[in-house]
């Protein structure tokens, strides 16, 4: 198991999803002198990111893996109009639930898996820990707004993590 001596340790990271959140999350990561590698379903290039083609190739002999992938929700909910009166409906989580599965294959209990994409209360514990079961797995969202990524990752207002064992 990795364990994190001194902030000039070099770790091997690796982000599945490069998207609005996970690319400006890794190349961050990146710049700070870890090792990063990434993975996306849609053609990424970076300077700073070994971008690879396969979750299993991107997993493979890291520390630290991060999912940042899309948590779409029901175009009611967009925030452009009051909600209270319509029936409660959950992020639609199948694309978290599909990395999940198949980064667990690929895993070990060296390993920590890191859920960094936003889902309601309860939902990790009553819908995702049961498919992490190769390895260590941390729910840790990141509060960061759009177009200000890098810098909210670096300066957050609050941290919240949540594990049972990681």
Known sequence: MYVYNDWRDRVKIAFIGLGKLGLPCATVVAEK??????????EVK???????????????????????????????YDGKAPTSHLEPKDFC????VDVLREANEHMNKEQLLVLISTVLPGTTRNE??????????????????????????????????GTEDG
Do not use: C
């Open 128 to 161: 995702f820990v049961q498919l992490v079961t190769n390895t260590r797995f941390v729910y840790n969202p990141y509060f960061i707004a759009m177009g200000t990524v890098a810098w909210d990752m670096i300066n957050p207002e609050m941290v919240i993590i």
């Open 46 to 76: 970076s300077d700073v990111i070994t971008v690879k083609n396969t979750i299993k190739e991107t997993v493979k002999d890291q520390d630290i893996i991060f999912v940042a992938v899309p948590t779409p929700h029901h175009p009611d």
């Open 93 to 96: 989580y199948d694309i978290v």
């Open 33 to 42: 002198g870890h090792d990063v590698t990434g993975y996306d379903i849609a």
